[in-house]
Every structure is written in structure tokens, then in C-alpha cells.
Nanobody
Framework: QVQLVASGGGLVQAGGSLRLSCAAS????????MGWYRQAPGKQRELVGS???????NYTDSVKGRFTISKNNAQNTVYLQMNTLKPEDTAVYYC?????????WGQGTQVTVSS
């Protein structure tokens, strides 16, 4: 079972930035595509963006140009840099392997953006 721990969330004002980290228990990022997801109160969980084994990234339209995913395979960590944050970015953020629906979601990390 893959263990992933998301961290780095917090309270930030609109227009601010945060960097989230996703740490793995083993060397999985060089072998798997990873996704950052979020779930806002009362809404379904959505895929925010992803990064392939080779480092190609993709983002949902609402965060394009503001969010950036990167990774450090040697440190077993994937990052989500979030800039120009908006109140609608408020959610619990999770990381998980793409295409592995049986993987645990973990506890996620709360991001709250105040207006």
C-alpha cells in the first residue's frame, strides 16, 4: 500500500501563495503519474492537476496559470505551488496516484483562502 502525506496547507488571504507537498513512503514518483485533487465543502472531489512520470503537467482550467506541479524524485516529493489564490480555491487538497482507485486518499491538507 502506497503511503502519501500531503502537507503545507493553511490560511492565506486572496492573492497570496502556498506550496503544498506530497511525501511518499517510497520511490513511486519516477514510476507513476501523480494527481493533486481537492474537495471543497459540499462539492465533489476534483482533479486539480497532474504530473506524469516524465514530468509533463496538466491542469484544470480554473487553476491554469496560477498553479504549478513539480516533483523531486530523489526526495520522493511532489509539490503544488499555488499562486494568486482565490476564495474558491478553499478546499482540502489531496495527492494520489493517477489510475489507482484503490489507493487511500489520506487526510489531505486544508487550504483556506480569505477574501
Amino acid at each position: 500500500q502506497v503511503q502519501l502525506v500531503a502537507s503545507g496547507g493553511g490560511l492565506v488571504q486572496a492573492g497570496g501563495s502556498l506550496r503544498l507537498s506530497c511525501a511518499a513512503s517510497g520511490s513511486i514518483f519516477s514510476r507513476n503519474s501523480m494527481g493533486w485533487y481537492r474537495q471543497a465543502p459540499g462539492k465533489q472531489r476534483e482533479l486539480v492537476g497532474s504530473i506524469t512520470r516524465g514530468g509533463t503537467t496538466n491542469y484544470t482550467d480554473s487553476v491554469k496559470g496560477r498553479f504549478t506541479i513539480s516533483k523531486n524524485n530523489a526526495q520522493n516529493t511532489v509539490y503544488l505551488q499555488m499562486n494568486t489564490l482565490k476564495p474558491e480555491d478553499t478546499a482540502v487538497y489531496y495527492c494520489r496516484r493517477l489510475n489507482f482507485p484503490s489507493d487511500s486518499w489520506g487526510q489531505g491538507t486544508q487550504v483556506t483562502v480569505s477574501s
